[in-house]
T-cell receptor, first 112, second 118 residues
Framework: KNQVEQSPQSLIILEGKNCTLQCNYTVSPFSNLRWYKQDTGRGPVSLTIMTFSENTKSNGRYTATLDADTKQSSLHITASQLSDSASYICVVRGNQGGKLIFGQGTELSVKP | GAGVSQSPSNKVTEKGKDVELRCDPISGHTALYWYRQSLGQGLEFLIYFQGNSAPDKSGLPSDRFSAERTGGSVSTLTIQRTQQEDSAVYLC????????????????FGPGTRLLVL
C-alpha cells in the first residue's frame, strides 16, 4: 500500500468553479508535506510546503490544509482557470534530510 | 535566474546500450535528487545527494543504475545495458538543502530527459 494516497485520480471541472483535492498519508514520523503542480511534459513546480505545526498555507488561488492528527491534507483551488489543468502531486517527507514519498497525483482538467 | 537544466532532453537508444543523463542543479544548491516517472505513473525516487554525505541510493531499481555528483554540482545518472522497462522521463531536482522543513527544502525540478529504449 502506498504511503501517500491521493483522491480523486482524475477530476474534470468547469472554468471558474472551485475544487478540492485530497491527500492521505501514513508516513511516520512526519516532517513536512508539499503540493506540486506538474504540467504535461514539464517538471513539477512547488505550490506549498507545510510542516506539522502548520494548518494552512496559501499561494494565490491555491490553499493547502494539513491535519497532522488525522494525517490528511487537501489542496483547494478557487475560481479555476484553464491553465490549472495539470497533475497535482502530494509529497511527504518522513524524516529530516530523507527522501520524499510521492503520491500518484490527481489529474485535473479544467474545461471552458 | 537559471534553473535546473538536464540533457539530453530526449534520448532514444537500443536495448542493451548504456546511456548517461546529465543534470546541472541551481548554483548553490547542496541537495540533488533523481526521480523517474513512467507513463501514467507517479514520481519514483531514485537517488539523493546531500553535500559531501554518502548518497541515499535506496531508490535505484537495480545495479544497472548508478549516479555520481562531481564537485558537489553536476550529476550524471548512468543506466547500463538498458531494458525496455527503463523507458521513462528522468527528472532531476535540486534544493538548498535540509533545514527543518522550511522553504530551503523546496525542490526545483528540471525539464527531464525522456528516455525511450527500443
Amino acid at each position: 500500500k502506498n504511503q501517500v494516497e491521493q483522491s480523486p485520480q482524475s477530476l474534470i471541472i468547469l472554468e471558474g468553479k472551485n475544487c478540492t483535492l485530497q491527500c492521505n498519508y501514513t508516513v511516520s514520523p512526519f516532517s513536512n508535506l508539499r503540493w506540486y503542480k506538474q504540467d504535461t511534459g514539464r517538471g513539477p513546480v512547488s505550490l506549498t510546503i507545510m510542516t506539522f505545526s502548520e494548518n494552512t498555507k496559501s499561494n494565490g488561488r491555491y490553499t493547502a490544509t494539513l491535519d497532522a492528527d488525522t494525517k490528511q491534507s487537501s489542496l483547494h483551488i478557487t475560481a479555476s482557470q484553464l491553465s490549472d489543468s495539470a497533475s497535482y502531486i502530494c509529497v511527504v517527507r518522513g524524516n529530516q534530510g530523507g527522501k520524499l514519498i510521492f503520491g500518484q497525483g490527481t489529474e485535473l482538467s479544467v474545461k471552458p | 535566474g537559471a534553473g535546473v537544466s538536464q540533457s539530453p532532453s530526449n534520448k532514444v537508444t537500443e536495448k542493451g546500450k548504456d546511456v548517461e543523463l546529465r543534470c546541472d542543479p541551481i548554483s548553490g544548491h547542496t541537495a540533488l535528487y533523481w526521480y523517474r516517472q513512467s507513463l501514467g505513473q507517479g514520481l519514483e525516487f531514485l537517488i539523493y545527494f546531500q553535500g559531501n554525505s554518502a548518497p541515499d541510493k535506496s531508490g535505484l531499481p537495480s545495479d544497472r543504475f548508478s549516479a555520481e555528483r562531481t564537485g558537489g554540482s553536476v550529476s550524471t545518472l548512468t543506466i547500463q545495458r538498458t531494458q525496455q522497462e527503463d523507458s521513462a522521463v528522468y527528472l532531476c531536482a535540486s534544493s538548498l538543502g535540509p533545514s527543518g522543513g522550511g522553504y530551503q527544502e523546496t525542490q526545483y525540478f528540471g525539464p527531464g530527459t525522456r528516455l525511450l529504449v527500443l
